[in-house]
């Protein structure tokens, strides 16, 4: 079984659209019998190509209504001050995701948090805080076009 063939896009492409979807409705959907597709969607566990399940939150909803992309960059890129850096974009709440990047910056954050007040606290304690960063550029989402 391959990854990367007509199937297996039809069934990861089911289930990045509902990954609650019942194995008969996805079997349906991608026109195979039950024990094949769930034969098929365990052979995509195993190979990672499915590396886990997730919730797709309201942002709104949890009165998250502050989001940014923050360019960081560093001064220093010692093995350990990178490591306190990276450590600490696992540990916030508010960083969603986390990207070194080629550029300008070393690093771009995805954030989301309550408000204005919320983030500037990120920043004064958690982000410009640490000794590897130099610097931090925000930048708005003003609205989602694709999340």
């Known amino acids: 079984m391959s990854v990367d063939d007509e199937i297996s896009t039809r069934l990861l ?22 024990t094949s597709c769930w034969r098929r969607v365990r052979a995509l ?3 990672g190509a499915i590396r886990r399940y997730t919730v797709d939150l309201d942002d709104e909803v949890l009165g998250q209504n502050f989001k940014a992309i923050v360019h960081v960059n560093l001064a220093r890129h010692d093995d350990a001050l990178v490591r306190d850096f990276i450590r600490m974009t696992h540990t916030s709440d508010v960083v969603r995701a986390c990207y070194a990047i080629t550029g ?13 007040h919320a983030y500037n606290r990120f920043l004064d304690n958690h982000l410009l805080s640490l000794p590897a960063v130099k610097g931090a550029q925000t930048f708005l989402v003003l609205k989602a076009i694709k999340d």
């Open 45 to 47: 566990e195993e190979a």
């Open 104 to 116: 300008t910056a070393d690093f771009q954050l995805h954030v989301t948090c309550r408000d204005l």
């Open 13 to 34: 492409a089911a289930l990045r659209q509902d990954c609650r979807i019942s194995n008969a409705e996805l079997a349906k959907r991608v026109g195979l019998s039950p």
